[in-house]
């Protein structure tokens, strides 16, 4: 079965950094892409990166990118998003996703993991 697991969040001042872990299992990592994706309550699901261990692919939504930086440890099998300059509004539930191939991801998106909160505070 295809597990991923995100963890890392927790509460941050504004201005703060987190790293955020998706440990998976359960599949080729090397096949597949990994997306990061945040809900914040009474919000759409947003998709923030995602990066492809099968072609190198890579892309970073234009609300995060220069302060998310998404990346893969293959010997791990585990994929990071590295956020700076946290900002109150980048509250959210962060979750990981994979999919076969390469970036973006697309719906349908059938394997998500369990996500992590994040909360900043001013």
């Given at each position: ?75 791990k099998n ?13 509250t959210a ?13 697309v719906p ?15």
């Open positions: 079965d295809v597990q991923l697991q995100a963890s890392g969040g927790g509460l941050v001042q504004a201005g703060g950094s987190l790293r955020l872990s998706c440990v998976t299992s359960g599949f080729t990592f090397d096949d597949y892409a990994i997306g990061w994706f945040r809900q914040a309550p009474g919000k759409e699901r947003e998709g923030l990166a995602c990066i492809s261990n099968y072609d190198g692919s890579t892309n970073t939504a234009s609300s995060v990118k220069g302060r998310f930086t998404v990346s893969t440890d293959i010997a585990t994929a990071y998003l590295q956020m700076r300059s946290l900002r109150p509004e980048d539930v962060y979750s990981c996703a994979a999919q076969k191939y390469g970036c973006p991801l349908p998106i059938h394997d998500w993991g369990r996500g992590t909160q994040v909360t900043v505070s001013s």
